[in-house]
């Protein structure tokens, strides 16, 4: 496990809180049984306030949604997620009811107010930014400024919207860390070939005027081989601990700058749109 200290929540919590952040879990061949069964072990026995899930609970296929809604099942705290572009690829709908089968509370482009360590938390729930469902407008209109905000995003450049909408942290998956993060590989592969600004680890800032941090988790799974090369890119569950001063708790890095700038096109948006719409109509035959 990963522990890092909150950002802007210190200032209006009384006490700490504790949230967990599990990804890419990718229920299937690729990913083993007993890895999805000792994250969650792990998870429980950490006793976190809060868990938080963002994205891409199967891979290729519905075909183990069955264990999933087990394994998810198992987790004893209150559970809130959001989907991602597997997810949509194969049927968001499908995977949705899995989700609440389980007790998670799902958020697509919406926010929640949850009673967590006997004090409000805002959620906000960005739905999959790669297959063109992200509405960061829609997801966060309503917020309250005075009320301790916590983001949950697939994709992490999501959070670049998200801070300029008072959310001063973001959780996001996706990149895998590249799942070959020898060197450095990973920022190669996910950052300079894929073109993602925020690769794997923790961005931005967390104190000052400017606050706005994202933390992209390596996750949990694997989509199509479950080889991962190098410490970076093996399986984790971040821990963050909200309420507590950056300063106030050693942690495994600081805050890195993001890559590259690279805006990805209306034209290349629209085309993955038409995919994942392709690909849900061809899991139905």
């Known amino acids: 496990m990963r522990q890092f200290a909150g950002t802007q929540s210190h200032r209006t919590l009384d006490k700490p809180i504790v949230v967990a952040h599990l990804t890419d879990q990718h229920f299937g061949p690729a990913t083993p049984h007993d890895l999805q069964l000792e994250a969650v072990r792990r998870v429980n ?3 976190p306030d809060l868990v938080v899930l963002t994205g891409d609970y199967v891979a290729y296929s519905l075909d183990h949604l069955d ?3 087990e394994v998810l099942s198992a987790i004893e705290a209150p ?22 089968r389980a007790d998670v509370e799902v958020l697509s482009n919406a926010w929640t107010t949850l009673r967590v360590g006997n004090q409000d938390l805002q959620i ?9 469902h992200a509405d960061t407008k829609k997801a966060t ?4 400024k005075c009320v301790p905000t916590l983001g949950l ?11 300029q909408h008072n959310v001063p942290l973001v959780l996001s998956g996706h990149t895998h860390s590249g799942q070959v993060a020898i060197a450095k590989s990973h920022r190669f592969l996910m950052g300079y070939l894929a073109g993602h600004r925020y690769v794997h680890g923790l961005y ?11 933390y992209v988790s390596a996750g949990i799974g694997s989509s199509r081989f479950g080889l991962r090369l190098g410490k970076r890119a093996q399986p984790e569950i971040a821990m963050f601990h909200l309420g507590v001063e950056p300063t106030q708790m050693e942690e495994p890095e600081q805050p890195k700058p993001a890559l590259h700038q690279r805006t990805t096109s209306e034209k290349t948006l629209q085309r993955r749109r038409i995919q994942a719409l392709q690909k ?3 899991h139905k035959k």
């Open 79 to 100: 559970t809130v997620g959001t989907l991602g572009n597997h997810d949509h690829w194969t049927n968001p709908h499908e995977v949705t009811r899995m989700l609440q």
């Open 45 to 47: 026995e950490a006793k």
């Open 141 to 144: 209109e309503g917020l309250q």
């Open 204 to 214: 931005g800032q967390r104190e000052g005027e400017n606050e706005g941090a994202l």
């Open 67 to 69: 264990e999933a809604e």
């Open 124 to 132: 906000v729930g960005v739905d999959d930014a790669f297959t063109a």
């Open 280 to 282: 849900q109509r061809a």
């Open 153 to 163: 995003s697939h994709v992490g450049e999501e959070a670049d919207l998200l801070w």
